[in-house]
């Protein structure tokens, strides 16, 4: 089965630092997805980032970027120039490109955010 | 405007009783999910359905049931059998590469 560990249930940074946020998996799939969610108090579920398995490049949504590495199963989120509208719950995703395709989480690191 | 709406937003029910979670989607995907969040914790599945008429158990889904008789509602069924029931509870559908989320119910047993 697959598993998704984060090892850091909080995480602190400075206002206009750069954070980063730590995630391992196990599967045996070869083809698959890894996801970085955001909740916010409102507890809505965000997404934030999306990494297809097959592409080597390391994905990048303004301010968020992640470091991939297929062979060591990780999947890391930075954070750069942190905003206090970053504070909330990070969940790194997993999901298999075939079959069931349901999602599988960590256990969440919670971000604050010092002004 | 397209989303997915689970009501109601809290919900409270007394031990033994059973209470039955609403999610409805209009954005015709296949794919629905519901997960359960405790304190701390991550999201774990409880029941997936891929398609109407068909659903399939996740990894926590004692003490719970669903139906799906239409593509655009999977509503679950917290029974009396379910030991801890107070959490919250998130419903999501899927198309493609992407999930999207309701806003949960929090469910708590008085």
């Known amino acids: 089965a697959q598993t998704v560990t984060q090892s850091q249930p909080e995480m602190s940074v400075q206002e206009a630092e750069t954070v980063t946020l730590s995630c391992t998996y196990d599967t045996s799939e070869s083809d698959y997805y890894l996801f970085w969610y955001k909740q916010p108090p409102s507890r809505q579920m965000i997404l934030v980032i999306r990494?297809?398995?097959?592409?080597?490049q390391n994905a990048t949504e303004n301010r968020f970027s992640v470091n991939f590495q297929k062979a060591a199963k990780s999947f890391s989120l930075k954070i750069s120039d942190s905003q206090l509208g970053d504070a909330a719950m990070y969940f790194c995703a997993y999901r298999a490109q075939q079959g069931a395709q349901k999602l599988v989480f960590g256990q969440g690191t919670r971000l604050t955010i010092n002004p | 405007d397209g989303g997915i709406t689970q009501s109601p937003k809290y919900l409270f029910r007394k031990e033994g009783q059973n209470v039955t979670l609403s999610c409805e989607q209009n954005?015709?995907?296949?794919?629905m999910y519901w997960y359960r969040q405790d304190p701390g914790q991550g999201l774990r599945l409880i029941y997936y359905?891929?398609?109407?008429?068909?659903?399939q158990k996740g990894d926590i889904a004692e003490g719970y049931s669903v139906s799906r008789e239409k593509k655009e509602s999977f509503p679950l069924t917290v029974t009396s059998a379910q030991k801890n029931p107070t959490a919250f509870y998130l419903c999501?559908?899927?198309?493609?590469?992407?999930?999207?989320f309701g806003q949960g119910t929090r469910l708590t047993v008085v």
């Open positions: 999501a559908s899927k198309y493609r590469r992407e999930a999207f």
């Open positions: 990494q297809e398995a097959y592409k080597q």
């Open positions: 359905s891929q398609i109407v008429n068909d659903f």
């Open positions: 954005l015709n995907h296949d794919a």
